[in-house]
């Protein structure tokens, strides 16, 4: 590839002490590569030797020495390519001297002597140097057109604050709301809870405050009555076509072919042009996805605040409360709109309800809440509660709950509620809610005052959660070829979101973040800081795209996507696999690249039967090439040959999960090389099977966990992964291999302290299965 | 345990602990860690968790007639370790001063004992009183002893030929009696009147909650069983147990053996007086007169370190209630010695004077023994006894 190599042997750390540094430099000096040692390469002297070097002409670096994890902003050099040779945390510091003493003097001439420490070394600095051999420096992707308005839905107060918060750094934004007046459900309330310090007593809403401020914000267009029909494009040239709410237009978004509409009438799978055709009919009237609106207007990012709506209550799962029977039993949504009108009154006759029972969880024999609720349910029943305390000077308020959440500082107004000699709390599991005579009888057992309780009530409250308005409608209406939502949402319930714990505001399309409570159920004080979020998060994306570098989580990344379309069999397989819909086909199947929706993550690359999808520094052949550089120990060189295995692993976790366990000096099985991934969803199979034909003992993955609880950074890489390994299982037996020499583990970052033991047991197993039968061919 | 409860939260019942220290009532949360801390609590229902929610939610009648508000002796372990800064010690003490109101008749005495603002009537009820009896005395002593004549009996207890100074030349000690024995009485009957119906509810109240395995009351198996943890109670074997405050201990048992000290010479001296027909002065070389003098101190000592030990701790809350009886005791005490002192100093009408006041001190303890916070020493004995009775463990 005409890459101009350099390799540096660090020999600090231990480095020194337990590999022969002699042998190892012995590596490049016979490809006749420059190479350098040094105790501290980290150190302003070892830096400026290896510049000296890129300033000489060298563009590819091998730094053997710790992980990738460390020192990564020491060893930066521009338009140069660099490779962290790991030997610290993944050579040095797992397998002790102790444990595999080093040669001898005696034993240093023999051939046939094994030295696992030694052999690692070597094969990791063997492996960096195929792969500098097969990158390249990689050349930002820049879009022909840009924009940097950002585009807000939804005109509540998270709309209205990341609208603020956007245009007081200097953003262009629009808020598009489908009611005729912005303010939300927010506007319909009597008070709300508290938003800053102290958080103890209830305050008016915000609602109008904001409205005033956005429309006092020249930078802020507010465009009410309004809805978006799509969204076309990319980040940095999303072209929007706006319409009146109902309005039937040929910028509304197609939805993609259901699935049983792809086969004939004998189940047999259509031809790509066969289906273009039927997807055509199926969306008549509307332009596909690829054809722009000329009229659309261009933005460069999104933020989803489109909200919620109170859960409809089933009348027949929750008959025990009442519910449908009794006309005082109320929701809290129905409860804030008699309250936002004056004092509470009762449903049924208009008299005054000085005794409401608020029920926070349905009971029935379970303690779950009340469906879609959170925190926030819980807070609006101490609001609420402090309602009839208001109106009546002898009102009573009482609260089942389950749970009583009240998220930081929530808690001085929970406390400072408490305080109200008319609030009264228990928890305990609501038996029933029956009519006796005028009043109410709630029921409710194992409270917190023992025995079966009872209260009498005027009116009965139930704490409904907030359903995210993405629970049944698309909302953003991309025009993907995935289709005009966000796919898999069922496992969020509905709500618009990409990975809850490590990823706020992402949403699983690259350029559209949520904020407040289509993301989670939130107070007004959590929406707006989550719009604060969101607003950065668009911010942040469009500084991104527009020097053509990945947004998150591969932040900074320059490589993408690159396609070899003449061997392209169409066969869709990168679109439909694409975690973010970054991919759309044409009407022949071929995949059309929006390099900015890109998360970089590879699984189009893994996903490739033809293999023509790599990045500059990340590709079949590169991971192929490192693989090929191992040195598979035969009958040949050795009387008793070791293992050898490759290990597959995900640099977002596993990966890091490997280098505590190398801190911590674990011990871990000297037959394994490791091979960062950017995600096991790039995993190609043509890389296990190579390393299976070059005699490998066995083949493993170590990612993230992948279903509902998922820890993958991109949503769906594991799971492809393990997908794809059950495939391989088949091909592997038509070989007469055992199908457990490749097996695929998931692991947390927190759970370094297993690792040692998963490997340990695999090479186990394959020793007791045998050696590889094609070893040595 | 199956039956329903239905719950009828009394907003006054609040407002009335809340005045009477138990402020801090509505910041529990229901941890549970004031029933794990308490040394005393049993493990069965233990207190005074359970107690902190009746108590937030007004619930009145789950807590006057339960028996376990006496078996807690305000040591304080709870509020210490309480992460809400409940004080559940407090709750439990204002609980208690509702409940000695509850059980006392009339109340509208016992509303005015644990009123601020009616304690200058309490005082001038007795001082006038005691005032009019010394007029009596010193002014009309020639007519009484005509009136006491006809009946034989000698009117003048304290006339030694007017060399040696008597109190009941200023007070007859036949007006001092004739004031306290039958306010005792009567102090006895409302603690018996009280007594019977508080003792019928704990019972109540314990077969409710499953903190007795015995179905009927029987009255003399409680009787026996309270005399058996008087040991207990004199040698404070519970309130040792305290760690907060375990120093009160030995105050409050200093305070305990004066009174039960001055009883005992009381009780004595009045049989010699009455049935002996010896009036005082006694001689400072009896050993009846050793004993009073002692409790006299015990009495003062005790309840000046409970006074210290109330001013240094922030964390306890102290109201009317109890100062009012910490400042009766120590009165009490004071002028008693005080008044023995100044006789025996020949101070003659400074110590018509302090007895004068040592009178009302007694009159009040009398007079409003079942109604003040001193009522505890009757509550807490037939509550623990209830407790040893009922196998409350």
Redesign the interface.
Known sequence: MGNKLGVYICTGCGIGEAIDIEKLSEIPEEELINFKTHSCFCGQEGVDIIKKDVEGGTNAVSIVGCSRRVNFDVFKFDGCVVDRVNIRESVVWPMSREKYPAPTEEEKGKEDFIDPIQMAAEDYLRMSIARLEKVKVPEPYKPDSFSRKILVMGGGVTGMTAALDAAKVGFEVTIVEKGAALGGYAAKLRKQMPVKDPFESLIPTVVDDLVQKVSAEPKITVKTGTVVARIAGQPGEFTVTFKNPGEKIEFDVPFPLPDEMKVDENGKELDNEAQHVKYQEYNKGKKDILTLDPNGELYGAVVLAAGWRPVELKSAELAHLGVGSIPDVVTNDQFEQIAAKGKIVRPSDGKEAKNVVFIQSPGNGSDNDFDYCGSVTSMVSLKQAKYVREDYA?G?AYIIYQHMKTPGLQENFY?SM?????V?M??GEVVGVSQSGKGLLV?AKNT?????????ADMVVLATGMVPVTVDDPVVNLAYRQGPGFRDNAIYDGYADSNFICFPYETQRTGIYAAGCIRRSMTIEESMEDATGAALKAIQCIESANRGVAVHPRSGDMTFPDFFFQRCTQCKRCTEECPFGALDDDAKGTPKPNPTRCRRCGTCMGACPERIIGFADYNIDSIGSQVKAIKVPSEDDFDEPPLRFICLICENDAYPALDIAGMNRMDIAPEVRFIPVRCLGSVNVIWIKDALAQGMDGVMLLGCKHGDNYQCHFVKGSELASIRMKKIGDALSSLALEPERVAMHEIGIDEYDKLPKIIGEFVEMVDALGPNPFKGF | MSEKYLAQPDLDFIHEVIGLGGDTLKKCFQCATCSVACPIAPENSPFPRKEMIAASWGLKDKLIGNADIWLCHECGDCTTLCPRGAAPGDVMGAIRSIAISEYAQPKVLAKAVNDRSQLPKLIAVPAIWLALMAFITVFMGDFMAKIFNVFGVHWYHGDHGGEVIAHANFISSWLVDATFVPLLTASLVVFALGLKRFVSDIHENAVLNGKTDKAELNFKELVMSTIRVIPTILLHKKFNECGENNSRATSHMMLLYGFVGCAIVTGIFFVVLYIFGIPGPYSQLNPVKWLGNVSGILIILGATLLIKDRMAKKSETSTFKDWYLLALVAGLGITGLLSEMTRLGGAKYLTYLVYYIHLIFVFNLFAFLPFSKMAHFVYRTVALGYAEYANRK
């Open positions: 002898d009573k406390k408490q305080q109200d000699p008319g009264f228990t928890k029921d917190l005052l023992g025995e079966n309780l009872q209260v009498k």
